[in-house]
């Protein structure tokens, strides 16, 4: 089968890089080339087939996957291995991680018999823990909070910052929300953005108008410091709304005046959030207890039901991982190569687990950045641009840019698009694409 492949689609085969990272545009036949690289595993290099793990964004994908592996291995006439792969480690991360903890119950402290709560069940016990825990603090408490902060739904931000919490693989705790302390530098920029509005006023060419607009961020860093310290949070972000609403580029053509002023805009933007950082700083404290309350509300409730959540098989297949050396040796050691699909929405947490296993075997991964529409669940870009920088000084990155599913004029458009300054340039180079049919009847190497 592997004479029908692209000469892209053959190296990425074939290729004998221990880490390779495969950038896969919509309709070049990236999963043809996955399941081609496990079969050329296989059957020309002689790896056991239980030696390879495959992770897949969906159950389908990973059914799709296993699907056409074995119908290779019939076509093949290898009916031994074709039994093989209904067991073999094809799998989502999630359904994997559930299937290392239920293995390694003991080290990994988890009823071996738990089952994973379904999404929207998981989101009403969450929901339940977090009103468990607002109703048990004061209500002056959470009062005083609300009104610093103008947060509505208390209930909802709790849930959602510790679901991004728990994805971001940082731990829950108070010092998680802390930033690193910073010397306070926005009234220093305000002050050298309104320098630069005086340089434009005395050496441009400017309109009656362009002119009152500089004059009236003269005495900006005074009004700003003219600002009590003790001013309530909503009264300083107030006065700072007014000050962007003296700014008004629309009509500027003076590309110097016009810098000044954008300068003058963004650094109110530092310096408002420096201002209200020690506002908001006794609440950040609060919101870090509440969240620590959650988790061990949240955790009780599983506890108590036998069940874990999606984020729990990932966040507990993690600390199993790095908790245990001897165990993650003895699971690293099972496999001699390591596949990921859909690379680009893979989060930090998730990769962390799969590094931790990447010790001595070959790592796979294929995906596409322009495709990278999970940012909402944490999925981190940029952790393809990370790796393919790291293997492609050592031959380890090939770029599949043949488009085998849509028509020379979608692909052009579409080149056109992502190339072109509407489109915000990534941290992972755009590549263009090559229609390689004419008729969405042509047969492809898909």
Not at 108 to 131: I, Q, Y
Request: proline share 5%.
């Amino acid at each position: 089968m592997e004479k029908q492949l692209t000469p892209a689609q053959k190296r990425a085969v074939q290729c004998e890089a221990a880490d390779l990272c495969v950038t896969a545009g919509a309709g070049s036949g990236k999963t043809r080339v996955l399941v081609e690289r496990f079969i050329h595993l296989v059957t020309r290099k002689g790896v056991p087939l239980d030696r390879i793990l495959a992770i897949t964004f969906t159950e389908k994908a990973a059914a799709e996957m296993k699907e056409r592996i074995a119908r290779a291995f019939i076509e093949a006439g290898r009916e031994d291995l074709r039994r093989e792969v209904e067991f073999a480690y094809i799998s989502t991360i999630d359904a994997f991680c559930a299937r290392i903890l239920r293995e390694n119950a003991l080290e990994a402290e988890v009823d071996p018999l738990f089952t994973v709560l379904e999404a929207s069940d998981a989101d009403r016990a969450l929901e339940e823990a977090a009103d468990e825990v607002l109703l048990a603090r004061s209500g002056e408490e959470v009062a005083g909070w609300l009104e610093a902060t103008g947060v509505q739904d208390l209930t909802s931000t709790l849930c959602g910052l510790h679901a991004k919490v728990r994805a971001s693989g940082m731990p829950l705790e108070p010092a998680t929300l802390d930033p690193p302390p910073r010397k306070e530098t926005g009234l220093a920029e305000v002050g050298a953005a309104v320098e630069r509005v005086q340089s434009a006023l005395r050496a441009e060419k400017l309109t009656p108008l362009q002119v009152e607009k500089g004059n009236a961020q003269l005495r900006l860093v005074a009004e700003i410091e003219a600002i009590p310290p003790s001013a309530p949070a909503p009264e300083i972000a107030a006065a700072f709304a007014r000050f962007q609403g003296r700014i008004i580029l629309t009509g500027i053509r003076n590309e110097s005046f016009k810098g000044a002023l954008t300068a003058v805009r963004e650094s109110l933007k530092k310096c408002l959030a420096e201002r209200l950082e020690e506002k908001v700083r006794p609440f950040r404290a609060l919101l870090g207890e509440l969240l620590v309350s959650l988790e061990a509300a949240y955790d009780r409730k599983k506890r108590e039901a036998a069940v874990l959540d999606f984020s729990d098989l990932e966040w507990k297949t993690r600390g199993l991982l790095a908790g245990s050396p001897q165990v993650r040796r003895r699971i690293a050691a099972k496999f001699d190569h390591i596949f990921l699909d859909e690379f680009q929405d893979t989060n930090p947490l998730q990769m962390e687990i799969l590094d931790l296993l990447h010790a001595g075997n070959g790592f796979f991964a294929a995906g596409d950045a322009k495709q990278s529409i999970y940012g909402f669940r944490d999925a981190d870009v940029g952790i393809v641009a990370g790796f393919r920088e790291r293997v492609e000084p050592k031959g380890g990155h090939i770029s599949l840019r043949e488009n085998f599913r849509s028509r020379p004029e979608i692909v052009k458009f579409s080149n056109r698009l992502f190339g072109s300054g509407l489109w915000l340039r990534g941290v992972v180079p755009f590549e263009e694409m090559v229609a390689l049919t004419t008729s969405p009847m042509e047969m492809s190497p898909m």
